[in-house]
DNA sequence: AACACGAGAGTTTTT
DNA sequence: CTCTCGTGTT
């Protein structure tokens, strides 16, 4: 980069802090960065916010400001904290820390908002009020409990269905409050609250906690404990934040205690790096508010802006600005780029879903074959998990390799999760939870009615199953006896084995195994099961979990923050014993089951694997390929017909596909179909309104000649142009023949798969006209199909939604 | 304990 | 349409 560098980079060394190197500007780290990422890295000690568009270096500029800081001798490895939202992102930072520079990357705290808040608990386990071996539940876990919970009081699962209990619950976690701080305005809420309250006694008894409660219970240790907070503060020289604009209100209030505010005393400065346009996980809590309570309740003085961007060409980066520019609420930013314009963004038209998913795969032969495009570097992107079928049926018939992420993970397969209850068990026995899952598990003759008696039984006794087993008698409490039997032996005979030892015993003392060799189909899951022994094999040697049980925390010894908590001087000093962070010991397997808990693995193609890449827009974001697909860009799609009658609904659904866009380093393709298989029923869509608000000079709006498709006036455009496929976009997008009698209908009218009628419908309602409906009220027509008696138009009622109605029966009038 | 049937739901997701 | 879940039957 020829950028300029700041004029005089002594200078700006001297203002930062006493520590500055002087000859920090001479150092390789800092070389390659252009003007504004330079700036960022050698920021000074201060609080910051780093706005970093899509493919700005955002990581780059992270890690960099970190092996700066250490290379600088600002800040000892032990006084930073970086934290991320994934396992992926916190294992890139450390991978490329290590690159730069010699470093024990675990000396630093740097790891997921739950992964941070897992090590701190276990390290105050005692003052948090949990025990030391307190497992983690995660969402599949959380909700069996509701349910068991649920049924335990006689919930009426049709008023209050478990999920939303469970949905009840997190939102409560995630804005910190417990059960006696949700404001109870109605019935339902009473009883949400009860059931909040009942839950938290039910996972304290069994010694386990959900991803929420990691969350709320540092922050609340942090907020309620000076002793801990003041060490943590003095500890922390620098925090670090990755997509700040996807923290939650609890997140962003942990931050605050663990840096706190200017006047709190605080010495940290945090480095928030985010970016408002790619805030695409509202719907999960996220605030992109924070960015803007951030930079007023920390009185940020700096704030930087990349927006120069690596990635991609400008027809590309055109689109991408031109689109969001119509977001109202932005911090505002434009990317720029140095590459040349590129190709232009090509738009199709299908006339079917089926048709779309043929057209791509032959696309994509050629994208191949003919212009030397790397599969792998070729992603088809969706707004829906269920478009991706018709995608995969068109490849998979054209023997074309794909990959499609998302769905189960490894952590998360049934059989891996029966084994981990096992250890889980053995770990923690009053893990009610797991004693469920695999009481009976494989089958061993207990019923649902011993179970029922077990569980009366512990409710009456106030203990675990566990414990509670033996109280019982007959039959089915021998079998309950020789089950726990079992559990306890297990613990005993792995006691001083290895982690893959441990593993393999228990796979074979519980029969699983044995159970899924007997069954026709459990090839995989036996695969699967001697793959969570390779699992274990690889985190034992990775995570350096030899033998012997390791001091979780192993950063805070070599901190300066710790030596002085061991040393001698500081009036906190009397609370040592209470965290002594050296005492925690994990054992390998109880490290392995967080870690199993934590990372449920990953859900990506397996590097190597020469296969398009087929996943959500949510799931694209922080990739990028040399070709993207966005598929089925349609009103009601995308915008996702749930998310387009709010204001924040479609503004966060631009940002969505904002940042589809941005995947693309060289081509991009926008596709969207007239008609598509939904729920059963075919849907005529109108085409996204999102198309319409890129700018046309980046556009080519190509179309592929289809069977049926002239129907639409195209063939005439087809010829006029000399080709099948029109060169012309003004031609083609706009000078279609006036059909219907809006100018919208011209622009939107679907052509059904029935012969089109040539003349207008006697009926005279077409798409885009409002129309009145005696039972739903007004709305406005989205389609027409058929004609005479057969005709049926599709009717987007607010309050009602989306309907199909028969003319010839609904009375609707044009309004 | 395995299987079969019907009801119901079907944006996006990480930890 | 297609998958999941829960209930009921053998």
Not at 95 to 110: C, D, E, G, K, T
Not at 447 to 470: F, K, M, P, T, W
Request: charged share 25%.
């Amino acid at each position: 980069m020829t950028h300029g560098l700041p004029s005089d980079l002594s200078t700006i060394n001297r203002m930062m802090s006493p520590f500055s190197d002087p000859t920090a500007h001479t150092s390789p780290l800092l070389a390659q960065l252009n003007h504004e990422q330079h700036r960022a890295v050698a920021l000074p000690a201060e609080h910051a916010l780093i706005l970093a568009g899509a493919g700005s270096g955002k990581t780059r500029v992270l890690t960099t400001r970190i092996a700066w800081l250490l290379q600088t001798s600002q800040v000892s490895p032990g006084g930073i904290l970086a934290v991320t939202f994934t396992n992926k992102a916190a294992k890139e930072m450390k991978l490329r820390l290590q690159s730069m520079l010699p470093v024990n990357v675990n000396a630093m705290w740097i790891g997921t908002f739950h992964g941070l808040c897992n090590r701190f608990l276990r390290a105050h386990y005692q003052l948090a009020g949990l025990p030391q071996t307190f497992q983690i539940l995660d969402t599949q876990d959380q909700l069996s409990a509701v349910k068991r919970l649920c049924k335990q009081f006689n919930v009426d699962e049709d008023r209050f269905p478990p999920k939303q209990v469970q949905y009840f619950i997190s939102g409560c976690k995630e804005d910190g409050q417990r059960p006696g701080d949700v404001p109870v305005r109605d019935d339902e809420t009473r009883r949400k609250v009860e059931l909040y309250q009942l839950y938290e006694e039910q996972c304290l008894r069994e010694g386990v906690v959900d991803f929420g409660e990691l969350m709320l219970r540092s922050y609340e240790l942090l907020r309620d404990n000076v002793h801990v907070r003041e060490h943590y503060r003095r500890r922390f020289r620098h925090i670090l934040v990755d997509e700040f604009q996807d923290t939650n209100k609890l997140q962003y209030a942990w931050l605050k205690q663990l840096a706190g505010l200017p006047g709190e005393g605080g010495e940290c400065a945090i480095l928030a790096v985010g970016d408002d346009d790619q805030s695409i996980y509202a719907f999960r809590g996220a605030r992109v508010g924070n960015m803007a309570d951030f930079v007023r309740e920390f009185q940020v003085k700096h704030q930087i802006k990349l927006e120069q961007n690596y990635r991609s060409f400008s027809n590309i980066l055109d689109s991408a600005n031109h689109l969001i520019s119509h977001n109202k609420t932005r911090l505002g930013k434009t990317l720029r780029t140095d590459q040349g314009a590129g190709e232009p963004v090509r738009v199709v038209e299908s006339p079917s879903d089926f048709a779309e998913a043929q057209w791509l795969v032959d696309e994509l032969r050629q994208l191949v074959k003919l212009d030397g495009f790397e599969r792998k570097e070729v992603a088809l992107l969706y707004r829906s998990n269920a478009q991706s079928r018709v995608l995969e049926t068109a490849l998979f018939n054209a023997g074309f390799p794909y990959r499609v992420y998302g769905g189960l993970r490894f952590f998360e397969r049934a059989e891996i999760k029966h084994a981990l209850a096992y250890l889980r068990l053995m770990e923690n026995p009053n893990d009610d939870t797991s004693f469920l899952r695999v009481v009976n598990f494989p089958p061993r003759g207990i019923g649902a009615r011993s179970i029922e008696q077990l569980q009366d039984a512990a409710r009456a006794a106030g203990c675990s199953l566990h414990d509670a087993v033996s109280a019982t008698t007959g039959k089915a409490g021998a079998n309950l006896a020789a089950f726990v039997a079992m559990v306890d032996v297990l613990r005993e005979q792995t006691e001083g084995l290895t982690l893959r030892e441990i593993i393999d015993l228990v796979l074979d003392k519980t029969g699983l195994v044995n159970h899924y060799r007997a069954e026709k189909e459990g090839a995989d899951r036996v695969e699967n099961l001697e793959e969570l022994v390779n699992a274990a094999e690889s985190f034992v040697t990775q995570e350096g979990f030899g033998r012997s049980a390791v001091a979780m925390p192993q950063a805070l010894s070599q901190s300066p923050a710790s030596q002085g908590l061991s040393g001698s001087g500081s009036a906190d000093l009397g609370t040592i014993d209470e965290f002594s962070e050296d005492g925690v010991i994990m054992s390998p397997l109880a490290a392995f089951l967080t870690h199993a808990s934590l990372e449920a693995g990953d859900n990506q193609a397996q590097a190597g694997e020469d296969a398009v890449q087929l996943m959500t827009v949510h799931a694209s974001k922080g990739l990028e390929f040399d070709a993207v697909f966005i598929t089925g860009l349609e009103e009601g799609l995308f915008p996702h017909e749930n998310s387009m009658n709010d204001f924040d609904g479609l503004e966060e659904e631009r940002r969505l596909m904002y940042v589809a866009i941005t995947r693309a380093r060289k081509r991009l393709y926008l596709s969207h179909s007239q008609t598509r298989m939904l729920h059963g029923q075919t849907r005529y869509n109108l085409k996204s309104r999102f198309l319409d608000e890129l700018p046309e000079a980046c556009l080519k709006w190509v179309t592929p000649k289809t069977a049926g498709f002239s129907n639409l006036g195209n063939a005439a455009g087809s010829s006029a142009s000399g080709g099948a496929w029109p060169q012309t976009p003004a031609f083609n997008r706009h000078a279609r023949p006036a059909w219907g009698q809006s100018s919208l209908s011209t622009e939107t009218y679907k052509s059904p798969p029935v012969p089109v009628q040539k003349a207008a419908p006697e009926h005279g309602i077409s798409a885009g006209k409002q129309v009145f409906h005696t039972k739903f009220g007004e709305g406005k027509v989205l389609a027409v199909e058929g004609a005479g008696a057969d005709a049926r138009a599709q009717v987007n009622f607010p309050r009602h939604g989306v309907k199909w109605l028969a003319l010839s029966v609904a009375k609707l009038t044009l309004v």
